[in-house]
């Protein structure tokens, strides 16, 4: 694959990511109920994303795409993060580190939110330790930012060399 | 649930999670064949993590919990951190937002990604496109961040007083 074909197929699964976006986005604001200040953010995202997928599309048709198709691969992908981080595809180790940062970020909020529990439950020294645990989390979170253009970046001078690049 | 009751299901939680965490790090590691480069830091990382572990069963032995049956629950938990994000439980809505920061963090990430891709693809119009989303994706994550401390202790609050608070 060239560059730009791989950009291609990139893109056309950040089309069907934020389809996946709209839908989760819509899901939380048809049942947020008791939690109503939380909906102008969302909202407000919600129209943002809608915009990023437009924009996505645009950047599709400006590489000479087909974008005719991109509805049958967005109902193809299905509501499933999992299956986009874990997928043995051939950009392996990129979607693994995509992933991770994902994957990290979550472990973050959930201690995050532990931090708050532990708080709120009179446990300062749980507390404590949740925010040593949540500092280490967003370190490795910010770790594999850093890393990621350089990898997808070699990743892609491999894949153009005939090297093996998957993982 | 009193408050205590609570952060010890969520440690319990958290215990399960850095078992999957492990388990999805020995599996970089051990995959990671044309990137060396990645694997100090998440061999160090996995050290971590697993003091991470140990550390959370010493909270919930600290709050007088058996944690003798924690192996089962990891197991029972298994691999799939969209069953995590996604649950219909009883804190649905602290699920959703932990599970909106990861998701707008692997946004952020998979667009980081490509404008790593689109710059050595020579296509600057797509890569600036992405970066903007990109900007977007990170301001949301920073967004829920910093919601989820007063939505943890809200949503605590009123499960405390008998309130609705699933959602």
């Not at 645009?58 to 087909?66: F, H, I, M, N, T």
């Not at 709120?120 to 930012?145: F, L, N, S």
């Amino acid at each position: 694959m060239t560059a730009k074909e791989t950009l291609a197929a990139w893109l056309r699964d950040a089309h069907a990511m934020e389809g996946q976006a709209i839908t989760l986005l819509e899901t939380q604001i048809e049942r947020l109920d008791s939690y109503p200040e939380a909906l102008p953010q969302l909202k407000r995202h919600l129209e943002e994303t809608k915009t990023q997928r437009s924009d996505v599309e645009q950047c599709l048709a400006d590489l000479g795409e087909d974008t005719s198709l991109l509805k049958d691969a967005t109902m193809k992908l299905g509501a499933n993060l999992q299956g986009m981080m874990h997928a043995a595809s051939s950009d392996e180790v990129l979607k693994h580190a995509i992933g991770s940062n994902a994957f990290e970020n979550f472990e973050a909020g959930c201690y995050r939110s532990l931090v708050a529990a532990a708080e709120q439950a009179g446990e300062p020294k749980i507390a404590a330790t949740c925010k040593r645990i949540m500092d280490q989390e967003v370190d490795m979170a910010h770790w594999v930012w850093d890393q990621l253009p350089q990898l997808t970046q070699k990743y892609m001078a491999r894949e153009e060399q005939g090297l093996a690049a998957k993982r």
